[in-house]
Each structure stands twice: as C-alpha cells, then as structure tokens.
C-alpha cells in the first residue's frame, strides 16, 4: 500500500494536538483541527499564533512561511465532516478509552476508506481502538512527545492486525514532519521511551528512598556522569508528577508486576498538589511560581 497523503485530520486541540497540527501544517499538508471544544480550538490558535509570532520575530520562521501554514489550518467542531477528507488522522483527544473508541468509531464510518488512523495515546495501544473501525489493518500509534513542536522522536507502534504498508506509510509521514520516528513491532506498556525512563526513575527513586544518596547528587550523577540533560528527579518536575504517576498506573494495570507498581513517594506528593513544576513545587521548590525552570532549593 502507498497511499498519497494530503490531508491530515488532528482530533484534539489540546496541549498535544495544536502543536501536533502545527508540526504537520508546517510540513506542507492541508490540516484540519476538530475538537469538541470551541475554546479549545480558540485557545489553539492564539497559543499557534504567539508561538509563530515569537519564531518569525526570532528570525527562525519566515513572515511568508507562517502566513502560508496557517492558511492550510481549518478548525471544527465536526468530527464526520472533518473525518470525510481526510487521509490520515491523528487522534489526540483525552486519554480516555470510552471518548477514543467513539471516535475512532466515528472515524471509521465517515474516513476514506484508504484513510489510516492513528493514536498519539501514550498509555492506549492502538489495538483498543482498532476493533471500533471497519480497517483495524489500518490503525496504529502514531506517538509524539512534548512539546511536539521541538522533540524530534516518535513512537510508531504496530499492534497485532497493523499491516506493514500501514506502517511504512506512517513512518514516511512522520519523516516528512522532519521527525525521527522508531517502530515497535508489537504493543508494550510504556512503548519505548516511557520504559526507559520509568526504569531510571525507578532507579533513582530507590536510591534516595534508601538513603544512598541525596536527590540532588542523583541529578547530578545523570548530568555529569551519564551525559543527560537532566537528573531524573529534574525530569520527573518538569514532566509533571500527576503523568508520571499516571503512567505508571497504566503500565502496572497492564503489567500487573510488582515492579512496575507507582512509585509511593511520587503519589504523596502529587496527593500534595506538589506537581513539579507547573505547580511551584515538586521534588525541588522553584523559585517564582508555576512559570519557573530553575529548581531554587530542595523540598
Ligand atoms: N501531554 C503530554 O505530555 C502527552 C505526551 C504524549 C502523548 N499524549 C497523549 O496525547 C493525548 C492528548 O493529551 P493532551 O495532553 O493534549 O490532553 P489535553 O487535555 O491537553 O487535550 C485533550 C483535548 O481533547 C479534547 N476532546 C475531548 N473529548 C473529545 C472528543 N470526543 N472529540 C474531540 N476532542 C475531544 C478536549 O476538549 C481537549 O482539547 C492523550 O492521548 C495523551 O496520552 C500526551
């Protein structure tokens, strides 16, 4: 299968979405955002259009350039009509599995029937999803990380009925968004990067909680030592402790291992409101509320 994509459907205007459309209206295809919320989609665009002001005044977007992405963007609120042109969807609506499979049903019914349709869930395999649409050979997860707009990799995951042309194409779209996108040949819980990461931060975890070592010399034993941008307390602040117990929720509800169990100290503090740093406070207090990146001292 090579199916020619030209218009790609975004479902979900949130934090992901925007700038997931953004990304794939940047890269030349006719983009339509749906979102159930017409103030999601308003606060998408002027988010959109602070974040293309700031690169055009920056010198990094030119003013052309910006005006022509933003032409190919249309905004709805209706999934069937938006559904009926598009060739590949990204679904990036609430990472809950009664709102996926309605729309995923929906898009089932009112796509192409050539139109692949993927899922940016990072907690959902494909596969949850694919049984609600009358093509589960053509569903997959197409998975971006935050902020979309700047990180390079994605996760394409194939679940088991996923064909090989599904996933090719996918992988040539994602190139096309000028990302680096990896395949995973079948569904695991946490996909690749969530893994790697929960088994740092599992490390970590277990390290301060035994008092080996302090938080602080752990972050900087990842920086110095292992070359990372960031310890891995620093990381779990700035992903935010509620998803980082989230996720770890969902792999262990998948996994059911004793490992993979939610980290207690994690869930006090998000039981806290200390949620990193969009709240002021997590693992380390910062210095000048929700908006701060810099850790001012130890919690
Ligand atoms: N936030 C992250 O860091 C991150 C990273 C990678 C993947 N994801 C995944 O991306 C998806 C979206 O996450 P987010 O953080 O952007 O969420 P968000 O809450 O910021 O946005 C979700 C959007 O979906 C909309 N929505 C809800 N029901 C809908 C429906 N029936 N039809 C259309 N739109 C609907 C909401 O109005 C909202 O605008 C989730 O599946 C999540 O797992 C999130």
């Not at 694919?130 to 053509?138: H, L």
């Not at 030592?225 to 960031?230: I, R």
């Given at each position: 299968m090579n199916t020619l994509i030209k218009n790609v459907l975004v479902v979900g205007a949130g934090v992901m979405g925007r700038q997931i459309a953004m990304s794939v209206a940047l890269a030349g295809y006719q983009t339509t955002v749906q979102d159930i919320s017409s103030d999601m989609l308003g606060a998408a665009q002027s988010n959109l259009n602070s974040w293309a002001e700031g690169q055009v005044a920056k010198g990094k977007l030119d003013r052309v350039a910006a005006d022509t992405t933003f032409d190919r963007l249309s905004w709805t609120t209706d999934l069937e009509d938006a559904a009926s042109t598009a060739d590949l969807v990204v679904e990036a609506a609430t990472e809950r599995l009664d709102i996926k499979t309605e729309i995923f049903a929906t898009l089932g019914r009112?796509?192409?029937?050539?139109a692949i349709l993927t899922t940016n869930s990072?907690?959902?395999?494909?596969s949850k999803v694919?049984?609600?649409?009358?093509?589960?050979?053509?569903v997959c997860n197409l998975h971006f990380f935050n902020p979309a707009l700047v990180m390079k990799c994605v996760e394409v995951v194939r679940h088991e009925g996923t064909s090989q042309g599904t996933a090719d194409t996918v992988l040539e779209f994602a190139r096309r968004l000028g990302k680096q996108p990896v395949l995973l040949a079948r569904e695991i819980p946490g996909f690749i990067a969530n893994r790697l990461m929960g088994a740092l931060q599992h490390e970590a975890l277990a390290l301060a909680g035994a008092g080996i070592a302090t938080k602080e010399d752990i972050d900087i034993t990842a920086r110095a030592?292992?070359?990372?941008?960031?310890g891995p307390f620093e990381l779990m602040d700035m992903i935010g402790l509620d998803v980082i117990d989230f996720i770890a929720q969902a792999i262990h509800a998948e996994t059911r291992q004793d490992v993979d169990k939610p980290d207690p100290t994690v869930a006090a503090l998000v039981a806290q409101g200390m949620l990193g740093r969009k709240s002021g406070a997590g693992f380390y207090v910062y210095g000048h509320g929700p908006a701060s990146s810099t850790p001012r001292k130890s919690t």
């Open positions: 009112c796509a192409p029937p050539h990072s907690t959902l395999g494909s694919a049984g609600a649409t009358n093509r589960p050979d053509k030592a292992l070359g990372h941008p960031m």
